[in-house]
């Protein structure tokens, strides 16, 4: 995981920042409009709890360096989690200005722009004074979870190192997000700030019995592995329609890699979720003419956010609902799909409504209807007990029935948000750090951590 | 429809709204352009021996993403030859009759270079003087400005020989860097000046360069102490006026044209309830040009016509004689903040201003539990945010968040009032972001009106203790 990545220009061309930044006047201006509340609600609301008034106060005094030092002491990663965060739902979601008819103070982007003008001046994470210690954790899976677990336990003068399948770090941040909204090279640029702490980051498959070799060399692992490929579209005919059916996760990290630069004429997604509002877009922005998000239900039951269901609009993309997809013929000129119309009924069951079929003539289709769990993978930590696919942890600390397993983000959680993970990976952090902990420290210790006492 | 035209010591003028002696009257074409925009009267820049400037001049205070809040000058008086202002005000009085233009004067303390300069101006057509003995930078330092409005004795010996020429009011300027306003504006009417106005610019060093370490305004890598004046000032202003225009020593209160800090229409209220005549605008000219008169005479009319006054002199000094010394306050007045709910947006700001800046007695405990009386606790303030587990909402997995009452804002955040420890100070009312949420509202304490003077005047109440034995 050390090879260096280079942006496709033309990637760069079509997926330009959807949010611009701030200049560092506006961001002022925006900083001086924050109340500056008391026990503020966004702090409460942000699952990592960023001293928001405080960092967004910093910027207002012109002192981006303390205001950059305040996200990244709650969340190192505050500046991917700056651009990728649904504000809308989290912090701003809970602005008092709300309570005034006033538009929320604009928190993302000025984190973003505090984040920014630190890295871009060289800033590092700082690192904290304290001893080395000898005990070492793996991390499973180098996305949010593993990196805010691993830089937090380093913090701390513990050997980790971050394992992943994948020839770049980053899990989804690199691979996964939309990259109007985070590039993969400024993930890269995060990921390189948490390896100066002195993380250690290895290309390695884990697969069944490497579990085994890591509970001997390690001392705790952490489980941030996520979630696996994209549920298959149980459909007939999908067997055969070849590359024309796509995983929208691989599709994603096709472009994002600049491996992938175009897409065919008409796509159509299937699932109405925020990773199915992605692909959507990218295809559009690919050079789709027509994208077409097919949902078996009715707008007010996506999982999408409400926003991205906005955006999705404005890009061109059209919603067919109350569509579910029945049979799929291939031919030398696309594919058929092959959709029956489905009512809720009143406990929520889908029910077949004759006579209304659909036929949609495309050329790709790229199911998103939810990633899968790794049974597999997971079934291999022995001692580790899951619920439908879903590791079972202790909230407050991350550990797994096994006491030396701790586990966080997408694999817990069932997926959620990258800000989600990285609390959860920092919560392991604490966990193992506690766990591993002297018995003086480990008796010194409330039980839960300081943060949540 | 109100009525604005204004007669200040005999100076006859459209309006009360005059632009003060400053960069802004420098040249008759400006005073010119500012009478076409509405100004009823203009002070000239001050006239005398022509000086020489440097640069920069200027330099200002911003507050909280707001430019100039305050702004700090070290201008000299008018670099231009005294002929080309008289000539000037000649042809502005011949184009503009009905406005006022005032002749600001300062030249060295010689009876007969003050003769010399009265004469030639009122002969170029000034309906009034005003005498510069404020400015604070510069001409103080040769014995002129200040140096002269800081000495009654001064200040009244120029006045006298001025008076000795003057056919027109004479108004003295007076300067706010002086312990006692008072004496001043006494010798002015010991004097016989006609009118005063004030204030001038206070003196002032209104920032440093952290990357330089020169203070702002920088010449040539030094500064020198300017005058300031601006929004920042108006209440040391008001204070200062009510000063002058409440006391009787040598004499009832004359004329006063108010300075310092007029911006807007609502700040030139102000002023007039404290006993101007006339108000004088520098800074806000300055800051977005003449056109802002407008709203001052369009604001003003709208309101006088609101209240029902049909000219300035019907509400003039209104608000004198509500000022008083303190030894004049009612002890047994008591208000209580009172917080509506209904209105409250859950920031707290009142709840920790109480706690870290007052007197401990906003809380937070309508869900914990409701607790009266004095706070005794050394703690850290629990947050209620950090207490949780926080996960990105998912509407069909995480119910919302309970809300408890029947607010718009759940209970817990909407701050408590305990009125028995509420001393009414005021300060969660003025740190509420939401207008009208937090209001102060009266208690009876069931006891009769007292003032400290009159509790003192009874020797029970003031004797010291009593030593027994």
Redesign the interface.
Request: proline residues 8%; contains cysteine; positive net charge.
């Given at each position: 995981m050390n090879g260096t990545f280079a942006e496709h220009p033309e990637i760069a061309a079509r997926f330009p920042d959807l949010h611009p930044p701030f200049d560092p006047r506006a961001a002022?201006?925006e900083a001086?409009?924050c109340?500056?509340?008391?026990?503020?609600?966004c702090?409460?609301?942000?699952?990592t709890?960023i001293d928001v008034p405080k960092f967004i106060k910093k910027i207002?005094s012109a002192n981006v360096t303390g205001s950059a030092r305040t996200i990244l002491e709650a969340n190192v990663l505050g500046a991917s989690c700056s651009r990728v965060?649904?504000v809308e739902?989290?912090c701003e979601g809970a602005c008092?200005?709300?309570?005034?008819e006033e538009r929320p103070i604009e928190i993302g982007r000025l984190q973003r722009f505090a984040m920014e003008t630190y890295y871009s001046s060289g800033g590092r994470i700082p690192l904290r004074s304290r001893p080395e210690r000898k005990q070492s954790i793996a991390c499973i899976g180098s996305g949010p979870a593993s990196l805010a677990c691993a830089a937090e336990l380093r913090q701390q003068g513990f050997q980790v190192t971050v394992m992943d399948r994948r020839s770049f770090p980053g899990g989804l941040n690199t691979y996964g997000v939309a990259e109007y909204k985070l590039r993969a090279a400024d993930s890269l640029h995060e990921v390189e700030q948490i390896r100066e702490l002195g993380v250690k980051f290895e290309t390695r498959k884990i697969d069944a019995g490497t579990l085994d070799h890591l509970e001997r060399d390690f001392d705790a692992v952490f489980l941030g592995v996520g979630l696996g490929a994209m549920q298959r579209l149980d459909v007939e005919g999908v067997a055969d329609a070849g590359p024309a059916l796509m995983d929208a996760l691989e599709f994603i990290a096709g472009y994002k890699t600049g491996k992938r630069l175009a897409v065919a004429s008409r796509v159509v997604v299937i699932g109405a979720g925020n990773t199915a509002i992605d692909a959507a877009v990218a295809a559009k922005r690919l050079g789709a003419d027509e994208v077409t998000i097919l949902y078996r239900r009715q707008r007010e039951n996506i999982?999408a956010f409400d926003f991205e269901y906005e955006h999705a609009l404005k890009e061109g993309i059209t919603f067919v609902w109350e569509m579910l997809p029945v049979r799929l013929t291939s031919a030398a000129s696309g594919l058929t799909l092959i959709c029956t119309r489905v009512r809720t009924d009143a406990s929520g069951r889908l029910v077949p409504v004759a006579g209304a079929d659909l036929t949609i003539q495309c050329d790709v289709i790229i199911p998103a209807i939810g990633q899968s769990p790794l049974f597999e993978l997971l079934q291999q930590a022995r001692g580790v007990k899951l619920d439908k696919g879903r590791v079972i942890i202790d909230?407050?600390t991350g550990q797994t029935s096994n006491p030396r397993f701790f586990a966080g983000g997408d694999c817990v959680?069932g997926g959620?948000?990258v800000?989600?993970a990285v609390?959860d990976g920092k919560?392991a952090a604490l966990g193992i750090a506690q766990w591993l902990g002297t018995p003086a420290e480990r008796s010194a210790a409330t039980g839960t951590p300081p943060?949540?006492? | 429809m109100a009525d604005l035209t204004t007669n200040f010591a005999g100076i006859r003028c459209p309006n009360p709204f005059w632009l003060a002696s400053a960069p802004p009257t420098n040249c008759g074409e400006q005073i010119m352009r500012a009478f076409d925009a509405g100004w009823g009267g203009a002070v000239w820049k001050t006239i005398g021996e022509p000086i020489t400037n440097v640069s920069s001049r200027y330099s200002s205070v911003d507050w909280?993403?707001q430019r100039m809040m305050g702004l700090n000058n070290i201008e000299l008086i008018s670099d231009r030859p005294i002929e080309t202002n008289l000539r000037e005000i000649a042809e502005v009085k011949k184009r503009y009759p009905k406005h006022a233009v005032i002749a600001s004067l300062m030249v060295e303390s010689k009876r007969e270079n003050w003769h010399d300069i009265v004469k030639r101006a009122e002969d170029a057509g000034a309906d009034g003087l005003e005498l510069n003995f404020g400015c604070p930078h510069g001409m103080s330092e040769r014995g002129m400005g200040s140096a002269v409005g800081q000495v009654p004795e001064y200040a009244q010996m120029i006045t006298a020989w001025v008076k000795e020429a003057a056919r027109t009011p004479v108004l003295v300027k007076l300067t706010p860097n002086i312990t006692d306003i008072r004496m001043v504006a006494r010798a002015a009417k010991r004097a016989g000046a006609d009118g005063l106005s004030a204030i001038n610019t206070i003196n002032s060093i209104t920032g440093i360069d952290l990357d330089t370490f020169a203070p702002r305004p920088m010449v040539d890598g030094k500064s020198s102490h300017g005058g300031y004046c601006g929004p920042a000032v108006k209440p040391i202003a008001l204070n200062m006026i009510q000063q002058v225009n409440g006391d009787d020593v040598d004499g009832p209160p004359i004329p006063m044209s108010g300075i310092g800090g007029v911006s807007s229409w609502r700040d030139a209220v102000e002023f007039f309830l404290l006993g101007c005549g006339t108000v004088q605008v520098c800074t806000a000219a300055m800051h977005y040009g003449y056109r802002i008169v407008e709203d001052m005479i369009d604001g003003l009319s709208n309101w006088m016509d609101a209240k029902g006054f049909a000219t300035i002199e019907d509400f003039r000094g209104l608000s004198l004689p509500r000022v008083t010394d303190w030894k004049h306050l009612n002890l047994n007045y008591k208000i209580v903040a009172s917080i509506d709910e209904s209105l409250?947006?859950?920031?707290?700001?009142c709840?920790?201003a109480c706690w870290d800046g007052a007197h401990q007695c906003i809380h937070?405990d309508r869900v914990s539990g409701v607790v009266d009386g004095q706070v005794e606790v050394h703690a850290k303030?629990r947050?209620?945010?950090?207490?949780?587990?926080?996960?990105?909402?998912?509407?069909?997995l995480d119910p919302p968040k309970p809300h408890v009452g029947p607010y718009?804002?759940s209970l817990e955040?909407i701050p408590r009032v305990d009125e028995t420890e509420c001393v009414g100070c005021n300060l969660c009312s003025l740190v509420c972001?939401?207008d009208q949420c937090i209001t102060m509202v009266e208690r009876s304490t069931g006891l009769a009106p007292q003032t400290w003077a009159e509790r003192t005047a009874s020797a029970a109440d003031c004797a010291p203790p009593q030593v027994a034995g």
């Open positions: 002022v201006v001086n409009r109340l500056n509340c008391f026990d503020a609600p702090m409460g609301a942000c699952p709890h207002a965060c649904p739902v989290l008092v200005m709300h309570g005034r999982s909230r407050a959680n959620r948000e800000v989600d609390a919560r943060w949540l006492t | 909280a993403g409250c947006i859950g920031c707290q700001l709840h920790i937070l303030p947050l209620n945010g950090l207490e949780t587990i926080a996960v990105t909402p998912i509407a069909k718009a804002i955040r972001p939401v």
